[in-house]
């Protein structure tokens, strides 16, 4: 399995409650398509330069996960459909964090 960064920017609207069910959404369906969650970071509520869907601030949220390529269309699907979810985008971990960062990263999911 490879791993991947993914950035959520949820509508500040969608409260407190929202968020968390955003994020117990993501966990479920990584769970559920053969991922892992390795990492979470809330990254609080940040502006958005050039504004999207009339919004100027989202809240971000940062995880890193492994998984298949099944795990991503499912995850893709999923994530388009969210109401809250103005946007997110999934990269390859090996493209945002050094080689010894990753090895670091992935050691306790192997355990």
């Keep these: 399995m490879k791993a991947y960064d993914i950035i959520l920017v949820i509508n500040i609207n969608a409260g407190e409650e929202g968020f968390k069910a955003i994020e117990t959404k993501l966990e479920d ?26 919004q100027k601030k989202g809240k971000f949220i940062q995880a890193t996960f492994t998984g298949t390529n099944t795990t991503l269309e499912k995850l893709n699907y999923n994530l388009r459909i969210t109401e809250s979810l103005m946007r997110f985008t999934i990269v390859k971990a090996d493209s945002v964090y050094s080689q010894a960062e990753l090895t670091e990263l992935l050691e306790p999911a192997k355990a």
């Design 29 to 54: 369906l990584l769970d559920k398509n053969e991922g892992k969650l390795i990492a979470s970071e809330d990254l609080g509520i940040l502006p958005i330069y050039n504004g999207f869907k009339k």
